[in-house]
């Protein structure tokens, strides 16, 4: 039985490959409309259902931005299912209009081989860190934010970065209250936020649109807090770049994060 992440409470059809997401507020951002990681999320969930076989690589391109109490249609298609592989593709609409196609790959190979080339960074544990200081804080009320815990471990991020355009390395520490982190659909929930660290390199107001988005599960294992290790890679025509590690409080690697996304900050203000 593959996990399922019950805030998206995806909803099944009487089609096997087609679901529907409630975009409803808690799953939405600040600014009405659906956080990227809530999309992503939905496609994994809704590709994991329809192959029966644990997602390891995702893929989303954004196309529309449902707004909240829009239905997301979602259709999988399986272009191709192997004896271990399954190659899927999601399609999210709503009345018709595209909003975000995925590509995934997922595998049903069995466990027990697992390798990491990479060490986790040296920073205090979550208790030891303070609270990540939230840009837009007034307006994250019953947004997607209510559902995530973050403490800054490393450099600095939202208002503390305007102006200082701060070097070094950039880690945050985060949890999902109540739930655990480790399944692709949670992994995918709690990476989205390169963009804040492509704004903080920039030493601009924070605000970014995704254009796509990447996630690479390497091990599901679940962790009640993961530290987020964010790489601002590069920034040109106001389009940003970037990748990000998840690691375990045990210093496992859990999954890594690309993103592309454009750099707004003029709907924005202090």
């Given amino acids: 039985m593959l996990p399922t992440f019950d805030l998206l409470d995806l909803q099944p059809t009487d089609d096997p490959l087609q679901f529907r997401l409630d975009a409803r507020k808690q799953l939405c951002t600040p600014f009405g409309f659906l956080y990227g990681g809530s999309g992503i999320a939905g496609s994994i969930e809704a590709a994991e259902r329809a192959t029966g076989r644990p997602l390891q690589?995702?893929?989303?391109?954004?196309i529309g931005s449902p707004v909240p109490d829009d239905v997301v249609d979602i259709e999988v298609t399986l272009p191709a299912h192997g004896r271990a592989t399954t190659q899927a593709q999601v399609a999210a609409s709503v009345g018709g209009r595209p909003m975000f196609t995925s590509l995934c790959a997922h595998t049903q190979r069995p466990t027990g081989d697992g390798a990491s080339f990479l060490q986790m960074p040296e920073v205090p544990p979550p208790d030891e860190c303070p609270s990540m200081s939230e840009p837009f804080a007034a307006v994250l009320a019953g947004t997607f934010s209510d559902h995530l815990?973050?403490?800054?471990?490393?450099?600095?991020?939202?208002?503390?970065?305007?102006?200082?355009?701060?070097?070094?390395?950039l880690a945050m520490w985060c949890r999902i209250p109540d739930r655990e982190i480790g399944s692709p659909a949670t992994q995918a929930f709690v990476a989205d936020i390169i963009p804040l660290a492509v704004c903080a390199a920039l030493g601009v107001m924070p605000g970014g649109t995704s254009l796509d988005n990447t996630l690479r599960v390497i091990d599901p294992a679940a962790s009640e807090w993961?530290?987020?290790?964010?790489?601002?890679?590069?920034?040109?025509?106001?389009v940003g770049h970037g990748s990000l590690r998840i690691w375990s409080q045990d210093g496992r690697l859990m999954g890594i994060a690309q993103q592309t996304c454009i750099i707004r900050t003029s709907h924005h203000t202090l």
Avoid: N, Y
Wanted: without cysteine; aromatic residues 8%.
């Fill in 57 to 62: 690589w995702i893929t989303t391109q954004f």
């Fill in 149 to 169: 815990e973050r403490r800054l471990a490393a450099g600095k991020v939202g208002l503390e970065a305007v102006g200082t355009a701060p070097a070094g390395p």
């Fill in 226 to 238: 993961v530290l987020l290790d964010i790489t601002p890679e590069g920034f040109h025509r106001s």
